[in-house]
Nanobody, 121 residues
Framework: QLQASGGGLVQAGGSLRLSCTAS????????IGWFRQAPGKEREFVAA???????YYADSVKGRFTISRDNVKNTVYLQMNSLNSEDTAVYFC?????????????????WGQGTLVTVSS
């Protein structure tokens, strides 16, 4: 029901835009979050956007990443600028209701399949 796309190979300092498209149901009343998992590391929170428009960012991406939402297209975007090698990971989008913290992946009910972002130095 969630499809993440837009990953790829990019040089350090470059940009990518990830998309998370919902199908089968509307997620307009859900918070949509992005998480990432680097090789050998645990999955970590990246950014989220609530249905009200409030946004949240991990400190590591603040000022470089922007999350936006198009409810008409049922799509959430993650614009990633000034990428560096530490951003290399599989990126997942997920949806949650209002219950629970937005920071923990345990509180998200629906998950996309992930898209790989590789930043070359």
């Amino acid at each position: 029901q969630l499809q993440a796309s837009g990953g790829g190979l990019v040089q350090a300092g470059g940009s990518l835009r990830l998309s998370c498209t919902a199908s089968g149901r509307t997620f307009s009343s859900y918070t949509i979050g992005w998480f990432r998992q680097a090789p050998g590391k645990e999955r970590e929170f990246v950014a989220a956007r609530g249905w009200s428009g409030r946004v949240y960012y991990a400190d590591s991406v603040k000022g470089r990443f922007t999350i936006s939402r198009d409810n008409v297209k049922n799509t959430v975007y993650l614009q990633m600028n000034s990428l560096n090698s530490e951003d290399t990971a599989v990126y997942f989008c997920a949806a949650k209701s209002d219950v629970g913290s937005i920071w923990s992946d345990n509180n998200y009910d629906y998950w996309g399949q992930g898209t790989l972002v590789t930043v070359s130095s």
